[in-house]
Every structure is written in C-alpha cells, then in structure tokens.
C-alpha cells in the first residue's frame, strides 16, 4: 500500500493527500516544460532525489537553496512554504498555467 501511495505523491503522514511540498515541486517543473530528467539535471538534483521529492518525501534545505540560485526568479520560500511573496511575475504566470493544466488532468 504504502509504494502504491507514494508513487501517486501522496504519504500517509499527509492523510491521503499529496503533499504541498510535492506539488510545488511539479508545478514549478512543469511550468518549465522540462520532462523530469531534464529538469533534475537542470536544477542540480540527481533523478531520484526528484523523484522522491514531488512523491511527498520533504524537501531538504540544501535542496531547496540549489533549485533557487539555478532557477531564476524562484525562492526558497516558495519551495519550502509557498511563499510566493518573492516570485517574479513571469514565473508566477508560468505557474498559474502549469496549475491549470495539472487540475484538468485530475478532472
């Protein structure tokens, strides 16, 4: 139960629900446009750490400081607390679509 609950990115810590963390994380790639090993690359993370991120595992602070100075415009706060405070307006508009686009596909 528990693999088929984590490779759907929700934890059972989160009651059934995916993680605020996790969906952040693939909002933030696929307003990017990148597929997931692209983007782990891009951000300085390996494939696995990706992965087990946006299925619910926390991010850690490291991980979080290296998305920030290689993605510009996005801060710490927002992959760690959805603080979008921060955020430059382009990736704000890039992150409204990607939401979008993700809450089609869950309809």
Known sequence: MRSIL????????????????????????????DKPAVWAQRIGLTVT??????????????????????????????????VDAGLTVELLRRLERAEKELKSGES
């Open 49 to 82: 750490q990706l992965s087990n991120f946006e299925n619910g595992y926390p991010i850690s602070k490291k991980a979080a400081i290296t998305m920030a100075n290689r993605i510009p415009g996005l801060t710490t706060d927002y992959i760690l607390r959805g």
């Open 6 to 33: 984590v490779s759907m990115g929700v934890r059972r810590e989160t009651g059934g629900r995916e993680s605020p963390g996790a969906r952040r994380l693939r909002l933030i790639r696929m307003a990017h446009g």
